[in-house]
């Protein structure tokens, strides 16, 4: 009887533990934002494969052989898998990465994923989603053609798969160097530069390909071991046939390895992943995965990820919980260290350099994600977001100045602004240990004056805005230049750097240059100070040849978070500024032009692009929030699902699930660089966060449902509450802020007080 209680104890104990580990996971569902709401809306460009939190790899599914739309290689509407490659970009508006794709298949020798015109079978394959499951850290699908199940898991450098076939038949495994996005794009072009594919022994390859693309250069290698021998191989480099040749060098290359299949064993490959060197692909794939025990790289993979998901405990519904720590996840995905195992990392200017703490983020999405992202990593894991400012900063030293979007190490110049300067400021006003601030400073302020593509200083200096005949996108660039420039400035002041503070909030304040008052609105002006006509505040601008990018002068209105009170002014007091807020959420005219980055329209609001963000919120500032708390709540509850279409728009490496998460608990950085947060109206009944100092925060909302979306009093740690906002280190500090709900308006909260524009 001892022994029985000895076994059942311990079998309840592996069963409870098992249980545990997944107990935030088991809420994440990765097909969330991998299709659209509708022809009118964007995916979220989300994948749904394994990937590790910040991890180097993320290996996932390709349904199109030159990827581009969606940028994330997988789109829930398509029916047919080209292959698994192992690095993927989640939820960006630019496609890149795709290296190193992998397909299994049975039958003929095939070098192409479809079928070509002289007969000749592709190796690609129908699936469908009644046998296509995804959990963080894993993937499964049933490729059809061949009844071949493919599993995906992965570590933090390392990919590793699992096939199981039901034919005995031999199996055949394309390996493609020179899958990519599609070569034709035309903003730039994509095109191999070199690759090499080394056959080392019947159960190892190793490869790297040197690729230009959106990123200017990348270099990656891998190293691919097998659980079992392949017994013929041949490389096709660009046109030429190469049977069991040990090295081939082509900027084209692809390999068929054909591995015998008599005993139906699953054939199983862990591939290590570097950015450095073959020998840093050896060594990730040595300390990651030394076997070939696939379920236990799964088993650590879901446990990492519950270890960084429990830092929320959510009480809501289902539906909600999926939709939250889904969030969660994405917001975890990005950004990644590329430094191998041994610190070793490629600078921006391709030299080989070591990090101190062992780790070097990229993949930094800027332009989106200073907006909620990295505040919120203030406050889940202001240790993280030290080393992504660490990372920030070997680029400034290397290269003369902080990202503006950078991946895999590479400065692509994307869109505007010098966004990571208010990411440092709000760590440095947060206090965040692990950061060299007087250092940080001047490398904000050599971003800030030494000019750049689209950051002309010397005409900001002459002219005290961008003259759109001499600088495209010269609106959008002006207005968060000045925000840029304010961050700066209450940097520098904090710092005893005088002049530096004055020169600054004198910039900060050139936003008004470009305000018409005779229209109410900004817009462009030429070098002899002229409006620019014909204007239009509904037409959209892209990336360029247009004074807004990737919005219009309805959205471009609301960009001045430094200085909402002098918005309020220019747009004539509180009631006119109110009125005008009225008309943007319910003006409905969509132009014809509008371009692929506007969805998710609530009148000219359009969620599923980052200039609106904060635009809800700004209700809070001039009287009415019970008018942010209805359109926060209804974007939430419209905008957010738990289905494949979850996004209105590009979730833009984790902006978007960084809008959800916040505005869930009640309250937003409208400036995301002050530490003042602006509340709203919660949608879960309670969050608890377990803050990495010991501390616990809670957010309790009282009532809530679909009808009760009006706060009717706060209360905070048992007393009421009467602001509209909530500090930085009043959440950090830990106490219970508590929100009563009702479903009818609540005017006595124009009384409260609202946001400070300071710190």
């Known amino acids: 009887m001892s022994k029985l209680f000895t076994v059942i104890f311990c079998l309840s104990v592996f069963l409870s533990a098992n249980l545990h580990s997944q107990e935030y996971t088991q809420y994440v569902n990765p097909f969330i934002g991998t299709g659209s709401m509708d022809s009118l809306s964007l995916s979220g460009s989300n994948f749904p494969g394994a990937v590790y939190p910040w991890g180097l790899v993320q290996l996932s599914p390709d349904t199109r052989d030159n990827p581009e739309d969606p940028c994330s290689g997988y789109d829930y509407a398509d029916s047919t898998i080209v292959g698994f490659s192992h690095t993927h970009l989640s939820g960006t508006g630019v496609a890149d990465l795709f290296d190193f794709l992998f397909m299994p298949y049975q039958g003929e020798i095939c070098w192409n994923a479809y079928a070509g015109k002289n007969g000749q079978p592709g190796y690609s394959s129908n699936f469908s989603h009644q046998t296509e499951q995804a959990k963080a850290g894993y993937y499964r699908v049933l490729l059809q053609r061949n009844q071949i199940t493919a599993e995906l898991t992965a570590s933090e450098h390392c990919g590793m798969q699992r096939y199981t076939f039901k034919s005995p038949n031999p199996v055949h495994l394309m390996i493609d160097l020179d899958h990519s996005l599609d070569k034709k794009r035309p903003y730039w072009v994509c095109r191999l530069i070199g690759a090499e594919v080394r056959v080392v022994d019947n159960q190892t390859i190793e490869g790297y390909r040197i690729i230009t693309g959106w990123a200017p250069l990348r270099k990656i290698y891998f190293r691919a071991e097998f659980s079992r021998p392949f017994t013929d191989w041949v490389v096709k480099a660009d046109r030429h046939i190469f049977p069991n040749a040990t090295v081939v060098n082509n900027p084209s290359l692809k390999v068929n390895l054909t591995f015998d299949n008599g005993h139906r064993q699953p054939l199983v490959i862990k591939v290590g992943l570097s950015s450095v060197n073959y020998q840093g692909a050896r060594e990730n794939l040595k300390a990651e995965i030394n076997d070939f025990n696939f379920d236990h790289i799964v088993r650590m993979a879901q446990q990492a990820w519950d270890k960084v998901l429990r830092i929320a405990d959510v009480q809501a519904s289902e539906k909600q919980k999926r939709i939250f720590y889904t969030a969660l996840y994405h917001l975890f995905i990005h950004p990644n260290n590329i430094a191998d195992v041994n610190g070793h990392y490629l600078n921006t200017n391709f030299d080989v350099c070591s990090a101190a703490d062992g780790k070097h983020y990229s993949t930094f999405s800027l332009w ?138 004198r910039r900060s304040q050139y936003y008004k240059n470009l305000f018409d008052p005779e229209i109410g609105f900004f817009r462009a002006k030429d070098d002899k100070g002229r409006w620019i006509e014909p204007f239009s505040p509904l037409k959209y601008g892209g990336n360029g040849g247009y004074p807004f990018t990737e919005g219009n002068a309805w959205q471009y209105l609301w960009y001045v978070p430094h200085d909402i009170r002098g918005l309020i002014n220019l747009l004539g007091g509180k009631q006119k500024f109110n009125e005008k807020l009225d008309t943007f959420f319910t003006l409905k005219a969509i132009p014809a032009d509008v371009n692929g980055n506007a969805s998710g329209f609530i009148g000219q609001y359009a969620h599923g692009n980052e200039p609106s963000h904060h635009i809800a919120y700004l209700y809070d500032f001039s009287g009415q929030p019970w008018k942010t708390q209805y359109y926060v709540n209804k974007i939430m509850r419209e905008q957010y699902t738990d289905q494949p279409s979850g996004y209105s728009g590009n979730e833009d490496c984790g902006q978007m699930s960084a809008w959800y998460i916040f505005s869930a608990m009640g309250f937003y950085p409208v400036n995301p660089a002050n530490g003042i947060y602006c ?81």
């Not at 900001?460 to 925000?483: C, K, M, W």
């Not at 879960?684 to 616990?696: A, C, Q, R, Y």
């Open 368 to 505: 989106d994600t200073y907006r909620a992202a990295h505040p919120l990593y203030t406050i889940l894991r202001p240790d993280l977001d030290a080393r992504f400012i660490n990372s920030m900063l070997r680029q400034y030293r290397d290269f003369g100045y902080l990202p503006i979007w950078q991946l895999w190490g590479s400065e692509t110049y994307c869109m505007i602004g010098n966004h990571a300067i208010p990411v440092i400021a709000d760590a440095f006003h947060k206090h965040i240990a692990g950061i060299d601030y007087p250092y940080a400073y001047q490398a904000v302020k050599a971003s800030a004056t030494i000019p750049h593509q689209n950051s002309p200083f010397g005409l900001l200096d002459r002219f005290h805005y961008y003259p759109e005949n001499l600088q495209t996108q010269s609106v959008s660039i002006t207005l968060e230049g000045a925000y840029d420039d304010w961050c700066a400035a209450q940097m520098a002041k904090d710092l005893s750097q005088t002049d530096d503070a004055r020169y600054f909030s």
């Open 679 to 759: 509340l709203g109206s919660p949608l879960l009944k309670s969050v608890t966060l377990h803050l990495i100092n010991g501390h616990t925060f809670r957010m309790i909302s009282h009532d809530a449902n679909a009808s009760n979306i009006y706060v009717q009093k706060i209360k905070w740690n048992g007393k009421p509450y009467k602001k509209l906002y909530i500090r930085h280190e009043d959440i950090m500090q830990g106490g219970t802020l508590e929100f009563f709900m009702g479903n009818k308006v609540n005017k006595a909260l124009a009384k409260y007080a609202a946001p400070p524009t300071e710190y």
